[in-house]
């Protein structure tokens, strides 16, 4: 695409994925997703801030040729492919260009891409100098890969973060922050941030010192307003007090106990949302778990265990470690069931206290009922409603 003036002498020169609908088989996409580049020409030398995912080089390389671009600096802020991958295409054309990151930067590129070049390791608050224009590397670590910094234009107060501050949407208006952003935002940080959410703090409090005009994240557009998402991971970080019902049901029986328990919920006044795993998007479940700290586990038995909708949700939630404090599990089953030591097992990552479980042979009646509304008012007194 043609390259865009975010800033005198800084441009967009990124690539937009439209038709992506999976992040390394595993994130679902719905609005496709960028890949964030960005040209900064300083009197003395110019600097390419990240590249692009492999596949999309070429689009790349034409937009750098449009431009007449020569590059003295590839700025390599994270060595995962989708910022890095082109960075072999770029050193055939600028063979004397030096490839800067961080040490663990570095290591990495030479071991997912092969390549040798002109490498330079810098460290944290360490400064480049483009002529009129300074670059500050700011060492970010596990935001997401132990390997990530951010670059700060000091003239211009812009923030470049990589993976930090992201969104996965495809826009043409780059420079405009859509209505929903945030929502976005929070789908990606729910996946990509989430493992990490006491790093991202110590890292969102060690930018907050600079003073930033504006954010330039390589997935997504540019966000104009600083503030909209740094208070955003702020609260993130910081977990919630809702409660999220994962379930799936076979014969009716865990709906009818599912509905009680958002119906008994909602009288006491807090905050629920039932997901039923099997029907809606898995994006959609983890990004609520991000503002929770119960987690409902209610899921019909297969074989002794939990379904394999909810057997495949919950190694995801064991992978990302959602700031939960509780845990409840619930579950209908018909000769036997082993759904509560399966959900621990499952759950082995997570630091939670269990709530008492309410297990029901076969379809509820008004008794089992009854210790669904006794498991409800445990939520609301743990949840300090």
């Known amino acids: 695409m043609t390259a865009k003036r975010i800033a005198d002498g800084v441009y967009y020169t990124g690539t937009i994925d439209w038709d992506r609908r999976t992040f390394d088989e595993l994130v679902t996409l719905p609005r496709g997703t960028s890949y964030n580049s960005y040209l900064i020409s300083g009197t003395s030398a110019t600097a390419l801030i990240d590249t692009t995912e492999p596949s999309r080089a070429a689009e790349l390389l034409r937009t750098l040729e449009e431009m007449d671009a020569d590059i003295k600096y590839i700025i390599s802020q994270h060595a995962e492919q989708d910022h890095s991958g082109t960075i072999p295409e770029l050193l055939e054309i600028y063979p004397e260009a030096e490839v800067i990151g961080t040490p663990a930067c570095i290591e990495l590129l030479q071991e997912l891409l092969r390549i040798n070049g002109n490498f330079r390791e810098v460290k944290d608050g360490e400064s480049l100098s483009l002529g009129d224009r300074t670059l ?123 509905e009680r328990l958002t119906e008994k919920l909602m009288e006491l006044d807090v905050s629920v949302r039932p997901v039923n795993v099997a029907e809606h998007d898995t994006g959609e479940f983890l990004t609520e778990l991000v503002d929770a700290s119960v987690l409902v586990v209610a899921s019909p038995t297969v074989l002794t265990r939990p379904h394999p909708a909810i ?42 206290e269990y709530l008492e479980s309410v297990l029901v042979k076969g379809l509820p009646v008004e008794e089992d009922l009854q210790r669904v509304d006794e498991l409800a008012m445990k939520i609301k007194g743990v949840n300090g409603w």
């Open 311 to 352: 057997a495949s949700v919950l190694y995801l939630v064991n992978a990302l470690r959602p700031p939960l404090r509780h845990v409840a599990v619930m579950g209908s089953y018909g000769w036997g069931s082993l759904i509560e030591s399966e959900v621990r097992k499952l759950l082995s990552n997570l630091n939670v």
């Open 136 to 258: 500050r590397f700011i060492v970010t670590p596990w935001v997401h890969w132990p390997d990530t910094m951010v670059t700060y234009l000091e003239e211009d107060g812009i923030l470049f973060t990589c993976d930090f501050f992201g969104s996965h949407i495809a826009t043409s208006d780059i420079m405009e922050t859509p209505d929903d952003f945030l929502r976005e935002a929070k789908r990606y940080y729910a996946h990509i941030m989430m493992p990490f959410s006491q790093m991202v703090a110590s890292n969102l409090r060690k930018i907050s010192e600079l003073e930033v005009s504006m954010i330039a994240p390589s997935h997504g557009p540019v966000i104009s307003e600083p503030g909209l998402i740094m208070d955003a991971y702020d609260t993130w970080t910081s977990g919630g007090d809702g409660v999220v019902i994962a379930y799936t049901t076979m014969h009716g029986s865990t709906r009818v106990m599912v």
